[in-house]
């Protein structure tokens, strides 16, 4: 065989290396447009099981996010995945294992798992009550993890009046395992932290605790610098009177940040909270948001305000 039949030959070899590769690796590229387009997807799932129930028609305004990270994503995702597995409960379907999120550095791969399982939860739902399954969605181009973030927060809205939320017990317990993640992070970090039990507080709504929740945001990006970690936006309040599920959103994104942190610390360990507390009202909320505030002032070496 001569030069060039070797060199020709040799070029269709890697070209069909290259094909056999490149498939593989397409196959396996997840990124923000697919997590959007598998969110769409989610929406419409929720949408057919409404209608079938009834449900009133939902005017869906979800707030415009900044500076998000998949990290934050997960953490939604999960708690999305919860309230799926309490629609099964309801529906009398046996309710999936919600996943423990992993210490690492999070993709938008990483994401998509919990997105699959929140779309097989629903689909369980689905065909128990008889519904045919809607067809996919279109794939978009130049969504962000903000966009995506929306979504999340769209699916949530979509989830109202399809089970019965328990904010003030996942608020309890969101608050109680970030103080506790603090308390590692304060061990680990060698700076002193305590928690002192605030009572007394009466005339709060679920605005106040989530304008606290949005304090302890900021000063946990000042540890985050102190800490060499980079923090991210915690973005802005929202407009008007904050419901109870915006609320518990801060408080994802605070166990959110705390996760980054830990990873960084390598502190791979979940806290373990008491499952069974609940606030009974805002201002029990309130006062464990202030005690939470007033705990990150202690660890970044400020008085308590």
């Not at 500076?67 to 309801?90: E, G, S």
């Not at 973030?149 to 328990?166: A, S, T």
């Not at 506790?180 to 970090?189: C, M, T």
């Amino acid at each position: 065989m001569n030069t060039q039949a070797l060199t020709k030959s040799f070029a269709t070899m890697m070209v069909l290396l290259m094909l056999l590769f490149s498939t593989g690796s397409w196959a396996a590229i997840v990124n923000n447009n697919h997590l959007y387009q598998t969110s769409q997807e989610i929406q419409q799932q929720l949408q057919a099981i409404r209608q079938h129930q009834q449900q009133a028609t939902l005017t869906l305004q979800a707030p415009i996010f900044a500076d998000k990270l998949a990290i934050h994503l997960v953490f939604k995702a999960q708690q999305l995945n919860q309230l799926a597995a309490n629609l099964q409960t309801q529906h009398g379907i046996q309710p999936s294992e919600v996943a423990n999120i992993p210490y690492r550095v999070m993709r938008p791969r990483n994401v998509m798992p919990y997105l699959q399982q929140l779309s097989q939860q629903l689909a369980s739902v689905a065909q128990g009550l008889g519904i045919n399954q809607p067809v996919q969605a279109e794939l978009p181009l130049g969504k962000s993890v903000n966009d995506v973030y929306q979504q999340l927060v769209v699916i949530e809205l979509l989830l109202e009046g399809l089970l019965e939320r328990e904010d003030q017990q996942v608020l309890a317990r969101n608050l109680q395992q970030i103080e506790q993640d603090l308390l590692l992070v304060s061990k680990a970090s060698q700076r002193p932290l305590q928690f002192h039990a605030v009572t007394g507080i009466t005339g709060r709504e679920m605005s106040d605790v989530n304008i606290m929740l949005f304090q302890s945001l900021h000063l946990f990006q000042r540890l985050l610098r102190q800490l060499e970690v980079e923090p991210s936006d915690p973005g802005r309040l929202p407009v008007g009177d904050s419901s109870s599920y915006q609320v518990v959103d801060s408080s994802v994104t605070l166990k959110a940040e705390l996760h980054r942190l830990k990873t960084k610390l390598q502190l791979e360990q979940d806290s373990q909270v008491d499952g069974g507390l609940q606030f009974s009202d805002a201002n029990q909320a309130y006062a464990e948001a202030l005690k939470l505030r007033n705990g990150l002032l202690m660890i970044l070496g400020e008085p308590a305000l």
